[in-house]
């Protein structure tokens, strides 16, 4: 993980601050969640963004993050995903049930799916304001 | 000299000595041969790099230890080591579990065994192990048993196995008292969803007691925030139950002295309390950073007021998106409307050069036409981001400069 972290160009300072922040990815051997960024449209630069801004998306379920990813995909129709997520890194941690709760209550309110799409990709921080 | 005096020599307390000798694994053995072996121990545990102390809280634990024979040992050892565990591994794991050397090697192989049958890999189980000594000796039907309550609670396999992976000492807790830790996140009304996030994303949380836990909820109320919010903090970074006291109220001091007020530190804290996990050298490297820039401490103050998750992003992008801003004469934005600075430097590019093609100048008064969101961009211009991160790419025609500039 550490040299993968190196190739994507982290700093020793930030994969230290990483590493303390959280101290797992020292165990975590599988590549996969950087792996599935880069499936989804994430650069080198984003993805290293994503990691110096939220340690703890190394050591998620992988099934978790696919599942989300997923969903900003198929429901929610995302474009160019990896531009949300380099906004807001920390929405990879949230859980899929987590989002479609959002969802569902603009939905009751009377917006329609694609608006309630636009609200999260124009502010990805619309679950922490909340 | 005879055993319970070199014993008393050695450091045992007179009562550790007759509840050594009156064990079971030694009542059998004659003194006088237990005496020899003993001696003869001390020695081949010095020998093998163990300090007497260590060995002496290990026979406490183990006193089957001191009248095991030498190839025995040894043996046991090197199937650690076989096992790929280096010399200080080793020492630590029977620092940690002793009765690592009562079993024999064929039992502590079917252990680690029933682990790599329940779906974890070899790796994960020797790390397990090393984590948490006590694995090599904890029965199948004890690890089974913790497996079968995450499996009923409705986390999947996986799931199962991640959050045991990450936190083994979940397997030396009754399953009373995870439900216990469980019952607890659900008294303070969180939803299933939430329970299972918190207990994936903070699987130690089951080595605090409910009422430590409790302590920290409380805490956080303490320094100010409402019940509501400090819920919804643990929601957001479940990680915030691991932070002591003391780490907080750092955080928080540090904040203050940097010029932040309560105010401010609460309303930032509230939507990104991973704030309370980065470093204090991290922080004041960013705020060093926007001041080199030329921000006053009170700009940064503002712009991090209104888009915390600057103290986040790394600071190549923002980087990026200052000096872009700063390049078609909008330098003011940052200050202006901070939270611009979330919005990709790629697309604050396209839509700029999409405006530039058609003759249209972007200026101080007309900015925001870059970051409207993209449903009233496409109803106002008719174009998409697609299209024009396609047609207008960021990267690509800025190393298209470079090479020109070259």
């Known amino acids: 993980m550490i040299e993968m972290m190196i190739l994507l160009g982290l700093s020793n300072k930030e994969i230290k601050e990483v590493t303390r922040i959280n101290r797992l990815i020292l165990e975590e051997e599988e590549l996969r969640n950087i792996d599935i960024l880069k499936v989804f449209g994430c650069k080198d630069e984003e993805v290293k963004n994503i990691i110096v801004s939220n340690p703890y998306y190394l050591t998620r379920s992988f099934e978790d993050i696919v599942e989300l990813l997923k969903y900003f995909i198929n429901t929610l129709k995302i474009e160019s995903l990896n531009y949300m997520l380099d906004s807001n890194p920390l929405l990879l941690s949230r859980e899929k049930e987590e989002i479609e709760f959002y969802v569902n209550k603009c939905l009751s309110e009377g917006l329609k799916i694609d608006e309630v799409s636009n609200i999260i990709e124009s502010n990805p921080f619309v679950l922490e304001e909340m | 000299m005879d055993l319970k005096t070199f014993m008393k020599d050695k450091g045992y307390s007179d009562g550790e000595i007759n509840s050594i000798l009156s064990s079971y694994a030694l009542k059998s053995t004659k003194e006088s041969v237990l005496a020899v072996r003993i001696v003869r121990q001390f020695e081949l545990f010095n020998s093998l790099g163990y300090t007497d102390e260590e060995f002496i809280t290990m026979s406490k634990k183990s006193s089957a230890l001191l009248n095991f024979g030498e190839k025995y040992i040894v043996e046991k050892l090197a199937y650690l080591k076989s096992k790929g565990y280096k010399s200080n591994e080793i020492k630590e794991i029977t620092l940690d579990c002793p009765q690592v050397f009562n079993l024999s090697q064929s039992n502590l192989e079917k252990h680690l065994r029933h682990f790599e049958e329940i779906g974890y890999t070899e790796p994960q189980t020797l790390r397990m192990a090393y984590k948490n000594p006590t694995l090599f000796v904890l029965g199948g039907k004890n690890i089974d048993e913790k497996i079968k309550h995450f499996l009923e609670q409705g986390y999947s396999k996986e799931d199962a196995i991640k959050i045991t992976r990450q936190s083994p000492s979940i397997f030396n807790q009754k399953v009373t008292n995870i439900e216990k830790t469980e019952d607890f996140l659900r008294q303070m009304n969180y939803s299933e969803v939430e329970v299972k996030k918190i207990i994936k994303s903070m699987p130690e949380i089951y080595s605090f007691s409910t009422d430590t836990l409790k302590r920290k909820y409380e805490q956080l109320l303490q320094f100010g925030y409402k019940p509501q919010t400090a819920s919804k903090m643990f929601a957001t970074l479940p990680q915030l139950f691991a932070l002591t006291e003391e780490n907080i109220k750092r ?92 919005q990709s430097v790629d697309l604050t590019y396209a839509r700029y050069q999409y405006f530039k093609s058609r003759d249209i100048n972007i200026d101080e008064s007309n900015y925001r036409r870059l970051f409207i969101n993209e449903k009233q961009f496409q109803r106002d211009y008719k174009v998409g981001k697609t299209e024009l991160l396609k047609v207008f790419n960021y990267e690509r025609d800025m190393a298209s400069e470079g090479m020109k500039n070259s």
């Open chain 2, 251 to 342: 955080k928080i001091e540090f904040m203050k002295e940097s010029g932040y007020s309560s105010t401010q530190i609460l309303g930032m804290t509230r939507v990104l309390p991973h704030i309370f996990s980065y470093s204090e050298d991290n922080m004041r490297d960013k705020m060093n950073y926007f001041e080199d820039r030329g921000y006053s401490r009170e700009e940064v103050i503002h712009m991090t007021k209104e888009l915390p998750a600057l103290y986040c992003y790394t600071k190549d992008n923002i980087e990026r998106k200052i000096s872009f801003l700063e390049e078609i004469g909008l330098g003011q934005v940052p200050l202006d409307s901070p939270k611009q600075l979330m």
